[in-house]
């Protein structure tokens, strides 16, 4: 059975898309221009190796860690083309994940045999990792002492916009790499953290340079609104691992497209920089309206929301044109029998999340 993803607008007319998290503001214009121009040159092949790119990378992760050098970086056609590369370059024979989480993990990692241990994430406390998952990573090493193993971790999470707090993921981190445990740590949504969860967290850049054990994928999908155009890529200090991957992807993985749209994007710090501010007021709102109308809405870094509503709601959505994310086909977020279900929203306009209210409010009740 194929995995349904959010932003399947295809399959509908005149529809409002709040299933993919793709931020509201849409493409900044310089990315735009750029792809634009870059059209003009696709007469020609794209750079195999993405050096002007990887080069322009490099500078953006100074913010994090001024050690990353364009070495460390692998370039691929979205984060997803990354998380089966890495699999198939790793080949981990064990791999404990938290869930619910991005489905790509465990399809990547069961393309290529390895068996999956999940770690069902309490939603009572938000679906934050936390001691209990730092136990379970010292139970999963003891277990499989001579495998090669492998951790995923969405941070902040999809679908549940939950954040790896400083001290949990510096553990994590150190464990892992006692251990021998490649941690990969997908963090396609960390542009959109405010100021303040910022501060809550780090990314794993800042330790990528000294620890082989760490895998970074970041995309540039969601924040610069690419998803057509799509961009994605690793940091790992592994020359021998990112040599493997490299052999496994396509020669020309990255267009010429995607990789001018994508090394404009690099500098625009300041369109992030409001975006996430943004985000974060809108968000807020949406937190308030959705809890008011009666729906158990989690808390979220990220621009957009899981909550838990009526198993019918993202039907009776879709007759008043709205297409929301039905989350029943996450481990752990299926649906059991008591009426409910959990969904995905993503964090729009203030007008347009507005909408997204008066209709869910609509629906609720004719729901009953």
Avoid at 56 to 77: D, M, Q, S, T, Y
Avoid at 327 to 355: H, I, M
Wanted: with cysteine.
């Amino acid at each position: 059975m194929i995995h349904k993803h959010g932003g399947d607008i295809y399959s509908y007319h005149d529809i409002k898309d709040f299933s993919a998290n793709i931020n509201f503001r849409g493409m900044p214009s310089s990315v735009r221009e750029a792809a634009i121009e870059a059209v003009d040159e696709s007469i020609h092949y794209p750079d195999p190796e993405c050096r002007s790119l990887r080069t322009r990378l490099a500078e953006r992760e100074k913010k994090f860690c001024a050690a990353v050098l364009p070495e460390h970086i692998i370039c691929g056609n979205g984060a997803a083309e990354l998380f089966f590369a890495l699999a198939g370059a790793f080949r981990p024979e064990q791999a404990l994940l938290p869930v619910p989480s991005f489905f790509e993990y465990e399809q990547a990692l069961s393309a290529f045999g390895c068996k999956i241990t999940r770690f069902a994430v309490n939603p009572e406390e938000g679906f934050c990792l936390g001691e209990s998952f730092l136990n379970a990573v010292s139970a999963f090493a003891k277990q499989f002492p001579s495998h090669r193993l492998m951790i995923i971790l969405g941070n902040p999470n999809n679908p549940t916009g939950a954040l790896i707090e400083t001290d949990v993921l510096l553990a994590l981190i150190q464990l892992c790499g006692s251990a021998r445990i490649l941690l990969v740590l997908d963090e396609s949504f960390l542009d959109f953290l405010d100021e303040t969860d910022q501060k809550r967290t780090i990314s794993g850049a800042v330790k990528v340079p000294e620890d082989p054990n760490l895998f970074v994928i970041r995309s540039f999908t969601k924040i610069y609104a690419l998803p057509g155009i799509r961009f994605g890529y690793g940091l790992c200090s592994d020359q021998e691992l990112l040599g493997k991957m490299r052999m496994l992807v396509q020669p020309w993985n990255v267009s010429h497209v995607a990789q001018k749209a994508a090394e404009t994007a690099a500098g625009e710090a300041e369109f992030v920089r409001i975006s996430a501010e943004m985000i974060s007021e809108n968000r807020d709102e949406l937190i308030r309206a959705l809890r008011e109308i009666g729906l158990t809405v989690f808390p979220s870094a990220a621009n957009f929301l899981l909550f838990r509503g009526s198993e019918n709601l993202g039907a009776a959505c879709l007759t008043d044109g709205i297409l929301i994310r039905d989350c029943s086909n996450f481990p752990a977020l299926e649906t059991t029998g008591d009426g409910t279900a959990y969904f995905r929203v993503c964090v729009r306009s203030r007008a347009e999340n507005e909408e997204l209210v008066n209709v869910i409010r609509r629906c609720l009740e004719e729901c009953g």
